[in-house]
Each structure stands twice: as structure tokens, then as C-alpha cells.
């Protein structure tokens, strides 16, 4: 397990406080800047897009949306969709 080269984690942030899952990101981070890469599946797309060099969105195992961290993030069909309420100039 020393010097892995691909880290892949299930649901990370589960059942832990939002100051713990922060932590957990910031480490997370860290680690992919050292040279490991991460694979998340996590449910909380909103918390993980935000850090994601890339994100795919899957619907009953098929990915129906792909791009960058940021292009998911900031999409409004899925901030709809998936990430909740979202304002637009209050329209």
C-alpha cells in the first residue's frame, strides 16, 4: 500500500460531521498533489465537484453527463438536477 498510485474511495465523506469531511478533502487533496490519483463515488457531488479535475455523472449505470470539476459545478441543468435549491437573480 506504500506508494500507491491510484486511490479509489467509496463515499468518504458518510456519516461524518461537515468539519470532518472538509479535513478529509484537504487531505485528500494533498495526497493528489503528491502524485496519487484519487477515484471518489461519492453522493455528495456538490462537496466534491468543487475539488474534482473531473467529474461523470452515472443514472442507473450508464454516464449520461461528463466534464471538468468545475463545468459539473457550475452547470445549472445539474445544479438543478442533482445539487439542490439554486438561485437565479431570484427568477
Do not use: C, H
Amino acid at each position: 500500500m506504500s506508494k500507491g498510485k491510484v486511490l479509489l474511495l467509496d463515499e468518504p465523506s458518510m456519516g461524518l460531521s461537515p468539519l470532518m469531511a472538509r479535513e478529509i478533502i484537504r487531505m485528500l487533496v494533498e495526497i493528489n498533489r503528491a502524485g496519487t490519483m484519487i477515484l471518489i463515488i461519492e453522493q455528495n457531488a456538490n462537496m466534491a465537484l468543487q475539488f474534482a479535475s473531473r467529474g461523470y455523472v452515472l443514472e442507473t449505470g450508464v454516464i449520461t453527463v461528463s466534464g471538468t470539476g468545475k463545468e459539473l459545478f457550475t452547470s445549472l441543468i445539474l445544479k438543478k438536477a442533482y445539487l439542490g435549491k439554486w438561485e437565479n437573480n431570484g427568477k
